[in-house]
T-cell receptor, first 115, second 113 residues
Framework: ETGVTQTPRHLVMGMTNKKSLKCEQH?????MYWYKQSAKKPLELMFV???????ENNSVPSRFSPECPNSSHLFLHLHTLQPEDSALYLC??????????????FGQGTRLTVV | DQQVKQNSPSLSVQEGRISILNCDYT??????FLWYKKYPAEGPTFLIS?????DKNEDGRFTVFLNKSAKHLSLHIVPSQPGDSAVYFC????????????FGKGTKLSVKP
């Protein structure tokens, strides 16, 4: 248990569906991240939120839409996904400012399958 | 172009022996390096880190070595235990507290009893 909780753990959705992934942390961290892990690829950083403001978007298609309503919660809204978007989506949090220890704590991930 | 490379996708070691996992990086701006461990169906968990001002950091059975001139770091696990079997990811970041981690592809370690 790392203190970062993701729901759901598994999700199967059709290409026309709309779904959301949820991430929650109560570690007092001020930054939250979405990562994507596809088979045989490194973890890819998708979005970074620092103090609830999106500070980075790594050329992610618009069918992925993040939302950070407060420092403890992060969402990833999904719509009209493609089968190649099937992957493990990991949320992480860290102390982004004022810390010499930038370790990110990860949730268990959501295994997404697009059919 | 991958900035953090783990060239060995897998490693098999006998219990009690040393496991050495390697990682190379290309960006000389990286100044903080981390190792994460990942079990199946779980997210990565932080294991050990090292700042670029050091060349070694030790925590129990785990030691990370950094060779800045070669842009190479390694994780040593000794003695290896079956419970160490997992995928190990090397990660790097710029600016210490920035927190945007760049990961390698991982190395799957199998420790055999």
């Amino acid at each position: 248990e790392t203190g970062v909780t993701q729901t759901p753990r598994h999700l199967v959705m059709g290409m026309t569906n709309k779904k959301s992934l949820k991430c929650e942390q109560h570690l007092g961290h001020n930054a939250m991240y979405w990562y994507k892990q596809s088979a045989k690829k490194p973890l890819e950083l998708m979005f970074v939120y620092s103090l609830e403001e999106r500070v980075e978007n790594n050329s992610v298609p618009s069918r992925f839409s993040p939302e950070c309503p407060n420092s403890s919660h992060l969402f990833l809204h999904l719509h009209t996904l493609q089968p190649e978007d099937s992957a493990l989506y990991l949320c992480a949090s860290s102390l982004k400012t004022g810390s010499l220890r930038p370790e990110a704590f990860f949730g268990q991930g959501t295994r997404l399958t697009v059919v | 172009d991958q900035q953090v490379k783990q060239n060995s996708p897998s490693l098999s070691v006998q219990e009690g022996r040393i496991s050495i996992l390697n990682c190379d990086y290309t960006n000389s701006m990286f100044d903080y390096f981390l190792w994460y461990k990942k079990y199946p169906a779980e997210g990565p968990t932080f294991l050990i880190s090292i700042s670029s001002i050091k060349d070694k950091n030790e925590d129990g059975r785990f030691t990370v070595f950094l060779n800045k001139s070669a842009k190479h770091l390694s994780l040593h696990i000794v003695p290896s235990q079956p419970g160490d079997s997992a995928v190990y990811f090397c990660a790097a970041t710029i600016g210490g507290s920035q927190g945007n981690l760049i990961f390698g592809k991982g190395t799957k370690l199998s420790v055999k009893p």
